[in-house]
Structures are given as C-alpha cells and as structure tokens.
C-alpha cells in the first residue's frame, strides 16, 4: 500500500471518528474549504456547497450521535484526488459509502460523502488492495 493511501485512509479514519463522536469541530476540519464539496446522506437529496454540507452534519450529529462504525475500507489515489469505499455499520444497519477526498493546504480534506442502505450484507472479506477495518 503506498503512502497516499495510508494517508486517505487516516483520513477517512479520523472523519469516522468525528461522526461517531458528534465532534462537529473534527468534521469541519475533515471537509475541503477551497474545492467545491457535496453530500448524499441516506434518503437525502443532494447537498451542494460547504455551507449546505456543514449545515447537514451539524443537523445529523446534534444531540444524539449515530453510534457509527467503518469496515472494509479501500483507497483508490488518483493523484491529488482520491476515493475511499466502504461500509457504514449503525445499529440495525448496514450501509455501503464513497468518500471523495482531494489534497487541500497538504492534507486531504473530503468533498463529497454518499452513503446508500445495502439490500443484504455482504461476506466480511478484505478488498483487492486493500484492508478490512
């Protein structure tokens, strides 16, 4: 595994860690301020622009946090772009998830979140090139 990769990955680790722990300070951090960002939460319409994103994860991580968990990650580096796939495990749910991140001031910074409801759980197998969380 390269060293980008490592690196999306932490990254991918540490937006996890601030949606299971309500951390909107961490998620604000996480997302991109330069480059144009988006989210589709399950059942959402799409949310376009920071203000608009930032907005929805304040609204989804008031309160009561999702007790939220990622598996079966893999990163896919383009260059200064890269994607995450993975699992979103909640209480009485499993979800499949793309994570969107692009180099920003040397760091890698989300733009854009999808995540869908899966119609059955998949086998529990590390991906090609990649790890299972």
Do not use: K
């Not at 994607?83 to 733009?111: K, S």
């Amino acid at each position: 595994m390269s060293r980008s990769e490592i690196e999306v990955l932490e990254a991918n680790t540490a937006f996890y860690a601030a949606f299971a722990g309500g951390d909107v300070a961490a998620m604000e951090t996480l997302w991109a301020r330069e480059a144009p960002v988006a989210c589709v939460h399950p059942g959402w319409d799409a949310l376009r622009g920071r203000e608009e994103v930032m907005a929805s994860w304040r609204a989804v991580l008031g309160g009561q946090p999702p007790a939220v968990t990622c598996t079966s990650a893999s990163a896919h580096v383009l260059g200064e772009t890269a994607f995450v796939i993975c699992q979103e495990r909640l209480p009485g749910a499993r979800l499949v998830a793309t994570n969107v991140f692009v180099r920003e001031a040397g760091a890698w910074r989300l733009v854009h979140h999808q995540a869908g409801a899966l119609a059955r759980a998949p086998q529990e197998a590390p991906p090609p090139g990649g790890t299972l969380n």
